[in-house]
């Protein structure tokens, strides 16, 4: 009886999903108006599914995309499968998209992670939130995140961090070898945890090894099954138990639980000026500092660990770019730049969405409420009309010069590279992101001498990642 139910209720979900499709596409051929942003032919129901698949599908959307706003300007509209859309890639039309995303900012949530959460009735952290429940922890957060330093007296704890990564890759130096990303996410996993314990870290750090080598295991995969599901509408996957989506909840449900032990871990050593005890102070239950803490951490993993494998990539391409960091590693511009540049050129958010409550003017085109906005932020990080040269890297375009109209030296609008989006829901994990990237590239450069040994290029897998494996030699610094 009861699998009969549940047999029902996908075949519902499956219904309803043609149904929508079908509905939402006669919309638009039925309704079209001229004020609405100019848009590609499509096809009825999968609008120009057709045309992606052809392009080489979602590895490439950011690369669809731009030759879209190539063929159509700054903003136009596009209806891919179900999801019907306006991308936008002029800095001045983002800006006026945050101005309008309201009380409570609506972002776009990755359907396997929401199907899962409603299928186990898990409660997740602030990017899962929404209305007064995130405003409520989002306040509290930035209080702590970001309008004060979270990384402020941590110097200690960060050097043991980034001393073990040094020391790891110690053992390639006068060799040829692949980078290993899982050494990555471990590096952003120590980091975060580190910084929200506080100094107490430092007398417990081999407590932490083996739950956060698990960790950064999970993670890692999660994210691969993530990118799996990406072929099928969530729920179907669910539906046919496909063997992406069984390994996808394996992988989430071990994380969660695993991030929940070793939250607690943290809770119960950590220091008394921590960011964690803090948050501990504050007037939230136990269970939900719990699922904050451990979302932070999972949320800021793959964005982090995935841009410091590009930041190793592009420094391992440009030697006089490192000769200029290890003049002076500590020169916090140049270090600031060389992670700037990477953020412009590989956006781990290679897209950023709002959903607006009400119908709006976008760029004199009437976009209605509740539409998706799609800010390209790979389009306009790499557009020749706010960075010249765009594809060069070019760390030293961002040292300050305030005889620029940009406030920088190679940078024409700055607006056009905003990696930690803006407005009320940008990210609250940037200072403690900057702070390991700037740390990184420090270390890196003052220990080692790297060079990239075969080209690659970007395939989106949720966020960019190289297309081949990334390879290096690595000599000693003296
Ligand atoms: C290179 C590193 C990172 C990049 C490029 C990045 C980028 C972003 C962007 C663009 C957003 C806004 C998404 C939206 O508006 O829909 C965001 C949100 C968020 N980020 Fe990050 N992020 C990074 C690292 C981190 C880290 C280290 C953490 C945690 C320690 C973190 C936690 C979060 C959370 C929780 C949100 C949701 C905020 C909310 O909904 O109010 N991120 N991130």
Known sequence: MKSLKKIFSALLSILRYIFTLIISTLGKFIGRKNDE?????????????????????????HLYIDKRHKQLGKIFKES???????????????????????????????????????????????YFMDGEEWRFHRRILNESLLRSDPNAGLEDVHDLVLSKFINDWQKHIGNEFTVDEHGFYKLSISFFVASMMGSTYLDHEEVFQEDIDKLASFIHLIFVESCNLQLLPAKLSAFL????????????????????????????????????????????????????VV???????????????????????????????????????????????????????????????DDAIIGGYRVPAKTWLVMSSYTSGRSQEYFPNPDEFWPERWLRDDSKASGYTGVLDAGASTPYG?????????????????????????????????????????????????????????
């Open 80 to 126: 891919i499968g179900p999801v019907d859309a306006v991308f936008v890639s002029d800095p001045k039309l983002i800006k006026t998209i945050y101005s309008l995303e309201g009380k409570y900012p609506k972002h776009f949530l990755p359907e396997p992670w929401v199907l899962y959460n409603e299928k186990y009735g898990s409660k997740r952290g602030l």
């Open 295 to 357: 979302d932070l951490i999972l949320g800021g993993s793959d964005t982090t660990s995935n841009t410091i494998h590009w930041i190793v990539y592009e420094l391992g391409r440009n030697v006089e770019v490192q000769n200029k960091v290890a003049e002076d590693p500590n020169n916090r511009s140049v270090v600031k730049g060389v992670v700037r540049e990477t953020l412009r050129l590989y956006p781990a958010a290679i897209f950023i969405a709002r959903s607006l409550t």
């Open 37 to 61: 942003p100019p848009s590609p032919m499509g096809l009825p129901v999968v609008g120009t599914l057709f045309s992606l698949i052809a392009a080489g599908g979602g590895e490439y959307l």
């Open 422 to 478: 803006m407005g009320l829901r940008s990210c609250i994990g940037r200072r403690m992101s900057e702070a390991l990237m700037n740390l990184f590239v420090s270390k890196i450069i003052a220990n080692f001498h790297l060079v990239s040994t075969c080209e690659t290029d970007i395939i989106l897998r949720l966020v960019p990642v190289p297309k081949t494996p990334v390879r290096l030699l690595l000599t000693a610094r003296n």
């Open 241 to 292: 138990n496909v063997p992406a989506w069984r390994r996808f909840v394996d992988y989430v449900k071990s994380a969660l639980d695993l991030g929940k032990l070793l939250t607690e871990k943290m809770m119960e050593k950590r220091d008394e000026n921590s960011f964690l005890a803090k948050l501990m102070n504050e007037d939230i239950p136990k269970d939900d500092v719990v699922r904050v």
